[in-house]
């Protein structure tokens, strides 16, 4: 079992970046596929990116396609989702998830299992 915890949320201006972090206690991220969701007021919730447990393989939603990326350190055992160049269509809670598996990954948030609490991301314009 994990338990992720998200870092690095926060008000920045249109253009501007942030990075979030996934901590995780437990087992070992590098077990699991790893995903960033977000949700905005009013909305479904919607992919963001995804890793493979293996790291070899990396997805990304078209919204943030060249402008987010994720990465993991497995000696921090932690994952990141850099975002650059933030417009205000960004703003949301932004969940980090994991799911145990050899391989894969999914779009679906009910394919992953364990979630983080969110952490609020904010654009101003």
């Known amino acids: 079992q994990v338990q992720p915890v998200e870092s690095g949320g926060g008000l920045v201006q249109a253009g501007g970046s942030l990075r979030l972090s996934c901590a995780a206690s437990?087992?070992?991220?590098?077990?699991?596929?790893m995903g960033w969701f977000r949700q905005a007021p009013g909305k479904e919730r919607e992919f963001v990116a995804a890793i493979t447990r293996s790291g070899d393989d990396i997805y990304y939603a078209d919204s943030v396609k060249g402008r987010f990326t994720i990465s993991g350190d497995n000696v921090k055992n932690t994952v990141y989702l850099q975002m650059n160049n933030l417009t205000p269509e960004d703003t949301a809670v932004y969940y980090c998830?994991?799911?145990?598996?050899?391989?894969?990954?999914?779009?679906?948030?009910?394919?992953?299992?364990?979630w983080g609490q969110g952490t609020q991301v904010t654009v101003s314009s």
């Open positions: 437990g087992r070992p991220l590098s077990t699991y596929a």
């Open positions: 998830a994991a799911k145990p598996t050899s391989a894969g990954y999914s779009t679906l948030p009910r394919w992953f299992q364990y």
